[in-house]
């Protein structure tokens, strides 16, 4: 299992950006696809990106898509979510997540997981 913090979330305007960092550790980072995940008031977990072991394949959530950007530095293992354009509805704990393997959508494929970092967008 490797071992993921989050970090980079607080409050923002509707229109700002953000940036989500993910720091990894204890097995090699560069084995695993990664993921951002996050989960709203009273909503499930939800798919948000994910990216494949080498970071050339990357998939977003249609609500993100256009606006948020995830990117990996392997040589400092570092997960990153870039978000801009931001929206109330964006509002959520958002959660890093590790999965040995291919990337999916699905939170239960993931094996290990951040504590989360809050984004809180007003309007």
């Known amino acids: 299992q490797v ?16 940036r989500l ?10 084995s695993y696809a990664m993921g951002w995940f996050r989960q709203g008031p009273g909503k499930e977990r939800e798919f948000v990106a994910n990216i494949n072991w080498i970071g050339l394949i990357t998939d977003y959530a249609h609500s993100v898509k256009g606006r948020f950007t995830i990117s990996r530095d392997n040589a400092k293992n570092t997960l990153f979510l870039q978000m801009n354009s931001l929206k109330p509805e964006d509002t959520a704990v958002y959660y890093c997540a590790a999965r040995r393997g291919g990337v999916d959508v699905a939170a239960g494929e993931y094996e ?3 504590q989360g ?7």
């Open 112 to 114: 290990s997981w951040g």
């Open 21 to 30: 960092s993910c720091s990894a550790s204890g097995r090699t980072f560069g």
């Open 3 to 18: 071992q993921l913090v989050e970090s980079g979330g607080g409050l923002v305007q509707a229109g700002g950006s953000l």
């Open 117 to 123: 970092t809050q984004v809180t967008v007003s309007s």
